[in-house]
C-alpha cells in the first residue's frame, strides 16, 4: 500500500513530505482518503511536496479523519546506548579541497606534475637512476610518470614512454619475458628495471623491462581496528529532485532506521557518498527529467527526507558532479547558503574527497567520478563491477589516475588525490550499482543509488542496483548488504 501511495504523489508531479505517508496510512481507508484528498487538495503554484500542514485543513472538506489513531513519536535519546557510542563519533581528519590552492597559470600544472611525481616516488623502490644518466646497455631501475602508452608489432606487447625531472625513455614489454600486473595508464608513477638496448644516443633508447611495479607494492591495510562497536550505514546518489529518486524505497530504509531491528539500533552514522541532488543543467536536456527543476527546492526537499533519519545517528554529506560546488576534483563541500538549511548539528559537511575516522574506522571517501575513465581504460572493468575499478585506484595510489579525461582535476599546485593514507575502508558511489569486497585487508565499499533506471541509462543498456545499503559492524568489521528495493 505504501508503494501505491508514492505512485499516486509521483504521477501528479509531487512528492510526500516527512511523515505523511503515515499520516494517510493511519486513515481506516487508506487508499479513498488519498484519492479524496488529491481531488480537494488545494497545492500553492511552484509546490512539489505535500506536508502534514497541507492535509490538516481538510477535515472541512469532507475527509473524515476521525479513524486516525494519535501517536506521541518516540524520543530516542543516548540513554538506550552503551557509553562507547556516547560523544563525537566523526572526525574529518583531511578534506582535501580545503588545501587545494592554485594560481591557474602554468606554473600551477608544473607543480601539480611535480608534486605527484615526488609523492608517488615515496611509494616506490629508491633504487632509482635519474633518466639523463641512462646509456646504452646499462642494467637501470628507474621511477618516471608514463606520458605515452602504445601497443606494440608483437600481440601483447606494450611500450611506453616514462619521464623524470631529467629526461624521458622509451620502456618495451615483451609478453614473453614479462606478465604486467596492470594496465599502464598516462599519468601514473611506475619503477621500472630492465636493460637498455638500440640506439647511440639518449633519444632513441629503449628500456627492455623485466619488471615494472606500481605503488600499491607499499600498500598495506591498518593494523589498528576501530574502538567503537556501533554500525555504519554507506549511501550515496540520492538524486533528490530526478523524475526517477525512489521515495518509497527511501522511506523502507528510513522505517527500518527508526524502527526495533538490532542492528538499526546499532547505526550511528550514515555516510553520504555525494550527487544528493540531481542539480541543474549537468547534462543536455536535463529539464526534461526533474521533478523538482529549482535547485533550492531541490536541497530543501533534500532536508526533508534527511530529516526524518532518527535524531541520534550522525549524518557526513560529501558533494557529487550533480552537486551545487565546483566540479573540479578535490570538491568543496556545499556552499553555506545550502548547509544553512540543515539546522540540526548532526549533518557533517566535507569535501569530495575526504579522509573520515569513524570512531577509529578510518574510511576514504571518494564520490567516484573517475571510475568513468578507469572503465574506459582497462579492458575488462565495467560499471556492474565498481569493486574491480577501485582496486585499480588503489594499485596506483590515486583516486584519479588519468588526467585530462572525463574528471576535470583542480589545477592545485599540490596533487590532493594520491592516496598517502591507507584506510580501512575506500568508499565510493557515482555508478549507480553496488560493491561490498576487500583488496589487501581493505575494505572496498560501493554505495548504492536511490535512483532507478534514467534514458541515459537505458540508452547505454545499463541496469541500475538501487536501494541497496552496505552496512559496517565495527564490533566484528563484518559488512553486510541490506536490500530496501522492495
Not at 602508452?149 to 614512454?161: A, C, E, I, L, W
Not at 638500440?198 to 623485466?210: H, K, P, S, Y
Request: with cysteine; aromatic share 8%.
Amino acid at each position: 500500500m505504501r508503494d501505491a501511495l508514492h505512485s499516486m504523489f509521483v504521477e501528479r508531479g509531487l512528492l510526500p513530505g516527512p511523515g505523511v505517508v503515515d499520516y494517510i496510512m493511519e486513515q481506516k481507508d487508506p487508499r479513498t482518503f488519498a484519492t479524496d484528498m488529491f481531488a480537494v487538495m488545494k497545492i500553492g503554484q511552484g509546490q512539489f511536496i505535500v506536508n502534514v500542514s497541507d492535509l490538516q485543513p481538510m477535515q472541512a472538506g469532507g475527509i473524515a479523519l476521525s479513524g486516525r489513531e494519535k501517536r506521541v513519536p518516540e524520543i530516542i535519546t543516548t540513554d538506550h546506548y552503551p557509553s562507547f557510542l556516547q560523544g563525537p563519533r566523526v572526525k574529518v581528519l583531511k578534506d582535501y579541497a580545503e588545501s587545494s590552492t592554485s594560481s591557474g597559470d602554468v606554473n600551477a600544472f608544473l607543480n601539480y606534475f611535480r608534486s605527484r611525481h615526488k609523492k608517488m616516488r615515496s611509494f616506490l623502490p629508491a633504487s632509482s637512476v635519474p633518466i639523463v644518466h641512462i646509456r646504452e646497455g646499462m642494467e637501470v631501475s628507474v621511477t618516471g610518470m608514463i606520458s605515452k602508452v602504445s601497443t606494440g608489432k608483437k600481440p601483447g606487447s606494450k611500450r611506453f614512454d616514462i619521464e623524470d625531472e631529467t629526461g624521458t625513455i622509451s620502456v618495451y614489454v615483451n609478453p614473453e619475458r614479462l606478465r604486467l600486473a596492470a594496465e599502464p595508464l598516462t599519468d601514473e608513477v611506475v619503477h621500472v628495471r630492465g636493460k637498455t638496448s638500440n640506439g647511440n644516443n639518449g633519444q632513441d633508447l629503449t628500456i627492455w623491462a623485466d619488471s615494472v611495479i606500481w605503488p600499491e607494492a607499499s600498500l598495506r591495510a591498518p593494523a589498528r581496528r576501530p574502538v567503537g562497536e556501533s554500525v555504519v550505514a554507506f549511501i550515496s546518489d540520492l538524486h533528490v529532485g530526478s523524475k526517477t529518486f525512489l521515495p518509497h524505497a527511501w522511506s523502507r530504509f528510513v522505517g527500518w532506521l527508526n524502527g526495533n531491528d538490532e542492528r538499526a539500533r546499532r547505526v550511528r552514522t550514515i555516510v553520504i557518498c555525494g550527487d544528493n541532488v540531481d542539480g541543474i543543467g549537468i547534462y543536455p536536456g536535463q529539464e526534461e527529467d526533474l521533478l523538482i527543476p529549482d535547485i533550492h527546492e531541490q536541497y530543501r526537499y533534500l532536508v526533508e527526507i534527511l530529516s526524518e533519519i532518527r535524531g541520534d545517528i550522525s549524518v557526513v554529506v560529501l558533494p557529487g558532479n550533480h552537486d551545487a560546488t565546483r566540479p573540479g576534483e578535490p570538491q568543496a563541500a556545499l556552499p553555506g547558503e545550502f548547509q544553512a538549511m540543515f539546522k540540526d548539528k548532526r549533518f557533517i559537511f566535507t569535501g569530495n574527497p575526504s579522509l573520515l575516522s569513524i570512531e577509529g574506522l578510518v574510511v576514504l571517501a571518494y564520490h567516484g567520478r573517475s571510475m568513468d575513465d578507469l572503465i574506459s581504460c582497462i579492458h575488462g572493468l565495467s560499471y556492474s563491477e565498481p569493486g574491480r575499478a577501485m582496486v585499480e585506484m588503489l594499485r596506483r595510489r590515486h583516486l584519479v589516475p588519468v588526467y585530462g579525461a572525463s574528471t576535470p582535476i583542480y589545477p592545485s599546485s599540490e596533487d590532493q588525490l594520491v592516496i598517502d593514507t591507507v584506510p580501512h575502508v575506500l568508499l565510493t558511489g557515482h555508478v549507480h550499482s553496488v560493491n561490498v569486497s576487500e583488496y589487501r585487508g581493505i575494505k572496498l565499499i560501493n554505495a548504492s543509488t536511490w535512483q532507478s533506471q534514467t534514458e541515459y541509462q537505458k540508452m547505454r543498456n545499463f541496469q541500475p542496483v538501487p536501494a541497496r545499503v552496505p552496512i559496517l559492524d565495527l564490533a566484528e568489521m563484518k559488512p553486510s548488504l541490506l536490500d530496501f528495493s522492495k
